[in-house]
């Protein structure tokens, strides 16, 4: 069964600086990767999807990830990250379902 | 397009009180139907889940129940309300048998139990 691991709970950084949001999974067979957003008191929201083809995969709000099935990983990334995307981030995997990451708490400073 | 609807957004019940959550999505056919629960600090937890009325499959024992009484309706319930079951409560929906596009969650409900 598929499994995913978040490896930062927390990851603070100022405004303006990039920022790297780490995740690993474990599966047997090709998976679908996703990451969603969370706002305080707010549902979830897609980012972005990998399904196949590039392995660099672009979202909203300018956010992106990149897929690398070597590594078994799906980091999202920011070259320049805003107030506005304090936020809860979570990674996803889905084989047979969905399973879910920790979640990445981040928080960005002026 | 399809939407997903939550309600309420928040809730204040006493300890041994009952729950009543509710789920509707419109805009498609035969969803898949969950419900995740978020403590504070916390990942997603998943609940319950349902491929079709009638159809609920619970992935941990606890205290609350769930039931799809139409195509498009998912409910959670609870006869007794636990201190330990405040939380965040998400509503998703996904196109069965087609997990290329994902969950789509409602807004949630903040469940505090007083």
């Known amino acids: 069964a598929q499994s995913v691991t978040q490896l930062d709970s927390q990851v603070p950084v100022f405004e303006e600086a990039p920022v790297e949001l780490r995740c690993n999974y474990s599966?047997?067979?090709?998976?679908?990767l996703f990451w969603y957003v969370q706002y305080p008191n707010q549902g979830l929201q897609l980012l972005l999807k990998?399904?196949?083809?590039?392995?660099l995969v672009k979202g909203i709000n300018g956010f992106e990830a990149e897929f690398n099935k070597s590594q078994t990983s799906f980091h999202l990334r920011k070259p320049s990250v805003h107030i506005s995307d304090t936020a809860e981030y979570f990674c996803a995997v889905s084989e047979n379902d969905m399973r879910f990451g920790a979640g990445t708490r981040l928080t960005v400073k002026p | 397009s399809q939407t997903i609807h939550q309600w309420p957004a928040t809730l204040v019940q006493p300890v041994g009180s009952p729950l009543s959550l509710e789920c509707t999505v419109e805009?498609?056919?035969?969803?898949?139907l969950y419900w995740y629960r978020q403590a504070a600090g916390r990942g997603l937890q998943l609940l319950f889940y349902s491929v079709g009325i009638g159809q609920i499959s619970s992935e941990v024992p606890q205290n609350l129940s769930a039931s799809r009484p139409q195509d498009r309706q998912f409910i959670l319930s609870s006869k007794k309300l636990l201190l330990s079951d405040s939380g965040f409560y998400l509503c998703?929906?996904?196109?069965?048998?087609?997990?290329?596009?994902?969950?789509?969650f409602g807004s949630g409900t903040r469940l505090t139990v007083v």
């Open positions: 599966s047997s067979v090709s998976v679908y």
């Open positions: 990998y399904l196949s083809g590039s392995t």
């Open positions: 998703a929906w996904s196109v069965g048998g087609h997990l290329i596009y994902g969950y789509t």
């Open positions: 805009g498609t056919s035969n969803p898949n």
